[in-house]
């Protein structure tokens, strides 16, 4: 069990620019989930996946946002036009089964928008 | 609404004593809850979790919990806290009335130990 790894750690990016985050969840993982968090904030829901269906995605993800899990291994999550507001902690967390197992979160890339 | 409310932002504890952190919820369905721990820069730890059964649960690092449906509430404690404890505490709630099992995080209490 090698854990939850997020890549890149960090990301600095001009404002209009576009970025790609990506997750690779525990192995066998079959639920995978992506947060925000702000400065001095709990992490906030974006979006889940069971196996490669995005099943759920919260009103936070503007279109801008997109997320994808090919093969329902590794997920990428992708912001255009990045704004200033979307500086943040962006952490990824997996589990496994079909009830409320708990979720194991990588160590998040942090974006800065400059 | 579902929500989760950490009232305390800081708290300063010395080294040795004993620890509190509070944590209600309002969830209008069977809430599974958590309570995490996040070093700077580090992703969430999970401490310790209550799904049904006895509502005093054990975790890791030495911490437990008390689950209290009548005041809704999900209390972190620890008998003797130690410098290396020092981090953002998250209590959260899974969302069981989703099929995704969402957490909805308060907005941490951040210990700070004193030597």
């Known amino acids: 069990d090698t854990g939850v790894s997020q890549n890149p750690r960090h990301k600095i990016t001009k404002r209009g620019q576009n970025v790609t985050f990506r997750c690779d969840p525990i192995s066998e993982h079959n639920r995978l989930y992506w947060y925000r968090q702000t400065l001095g904030q709990g992490p906030e829901f974006l979006t889940y996946?069971?196996?490669?269906?995005?099943?759920?995605k919260s009103r936070l993800l503007s279109d801008r946002f997109s997320a994808e899990r090919p093969k329902g291994s590794f997920s990428t999550l992708e912001i255009q036009r990045t704004e200033q507001g979307d500086s943040a902690m962006y952490l990824c967390?997996?589990?496994?089964?079909?009830?409320?197992?708990?979720?194991?979160f990588g160590p998040g890339t942090r974006l800065t928008v400059t | 609404a579902q929500s989760v409310t950490q009232p305390d932002i800081h708290i300063t504890v010395s080294e040795g004593a004993s620890l509190e952190l509070r944590c209600n919820y309002s969830y209008g369905a069977t809430p599974y809850l958590f309570w995490y721990v996040q070093s700077p820069g580090q992703g969430l730890q999970l401490l310790l979790k209550?799904?049904?059964?006895?509502?005093l649960v054990q975790g890791i690092k030495g911490f437990e919990a008390e689950f209290k449906r009548s005041q809704s509430s999900f209390n972190l404690r620890k008998p003797s806290v130690h410098w290396s404890d020092a981090a953002e505490y998250f209590c959260a709630v899974g969302a069981s009335m989703d099929s995704s099992y969402k957490l909805i995080f308060g907005s941490g209490t951040r210990l700070l130990v004193r030597p």
């Open positions: 209550y799904f049904s059964g006895d509502t």
């Open positions: 967390a997996s589990s496994s089964g079909t009830g409320p197992y708990e979720q194991y």
């Open positions: 996946f069971q196996n490669e269906a995005q099943l759920e």
